[in-house]
């Protein structure tokens, strides 16, 4: 559905940083997890599911590795803290991936419906955060990069605890930039579009004609196509890095531009 236009890897831009990624198992998370093993770190993938299980299994040269974890459980999460430190005594950064979305009318929503989103899409960066802290400060330019989403910036219909969450998620980077700056510790967002992930994918096949729904959501882009995991790893690792070592509290819009084109009415589309 889209093609990986990655900027080139494996310049070392990672080498000797220690990098956590939650829900690094599958999707954005594993593309993440992918690109910092390919600059040379060395990659905790935190995740409810052990990567081997869900086709994406691990190397055993030494680069990466999996420590259960449930973002939404503060033991868990401490649990997580305690393993990184002993087998690695620090974190340099910290992805705040772990998410999900349910597709529902607010009349459907039960409270339990929405408590797990919001457990999952903004406790669980909270948590990490607060647990992790101890291990990044005094390290050489820390980093947090937290996965938003456009729907944190616009609503698609049905996604109200996902929308709530994800607007919660761009607050929560902004306060944090704030209060971990004069610590050394830098905090952004990064909000990716429609990107080519087995969700999205599943979720295009399920169209009578899967043909011109790919060709449609391609034309909501200036670029003229979808994003790419990759797309949003790249950035990521940028902002981890020193070259984005001024910058902090932003949400960088990661969807081909999709966010900045206003809309029309088909029967004047054409037209412009």
């Excluded at 905790?44 to 974890?69: K, Q, S, Y």
């Excluded at 729904?213 to 909501?220: F, P, Q, T």
């Excluded at 196509?225 to 902002?239: E, H, K, M, Q, S």
Aim: aromatic share 4%.
């Amino acid at each position: 559905m889209s093609a990986d236009r990655s900027p080139e890897a494996g310049l070392g831009r990672a080498t000797g940083r220690v990098v956590v990624v939650t829900g690094g198992a599958r999707g954005i998370g594993r593309a993440i997890v992918d690109r910092f093993v390919a600059e040379g770190a060395t990659v905790i993938v935190g995740d409810l599911n052990d990567p081997e299980t869900v086709g994406a299994g691990l190397d055993v040269t030494g680069h990466r590795e999996w420590i259960p974890l449930d973002v939404t459980d503060e033991v868990s999460v401490l649990e997580f803290a305690k393993s990184a430190h002993a087998g690695h005594g620090g974190v340099d950064v910290l992805v705040n991936n772990a998410g999900v979305m349910a597709n529902r009318s607010v009349a459907d929503e039960t409270v339990a419906d929405w408590d797990l989103t919001m457990a999952v899409n903004l406790r669980g960066p909270f948590l990490m955060v607060k647990h992790l802290l101890p291990l990044m400060e005094g390290r050489d330019d820390p980093a947090i990069v937290n996965i938003g989403s456009i729907e944190g910036l616009g609503a698609n219909a049905r996604h109200a605890s996902y929308v709530a969450s994800k607007a919660g998620v761009h607050g929560l980077t902004r306060a944090l930039a704030v209060d971990l700056g004069p610590v050394g510790i830098r905090c952004n967002a990064v909000a990716p579009g429609w990107v080519d992930t087995d969700l999205n994918r599943a979720y295009v096949d399920k169209h009578p004609d899967r043909d011109r729904a790919v060709a449609e959501l391609a034309s909501l882009h200036p670029v003229g196509r979808i994003g790419n995991p990759t797309d949003v790893a790249a950035t990521v690792l940028w902002l981890s890095t020193p070259d984005a070592s001024f910058v902090t509290g932003q949400v960088l819009t990661v969807d081909g531009g999709r966010m900045s084109r206003l809309s029309l009415p088909a029967s004047l589309a054409d037209d412009v």
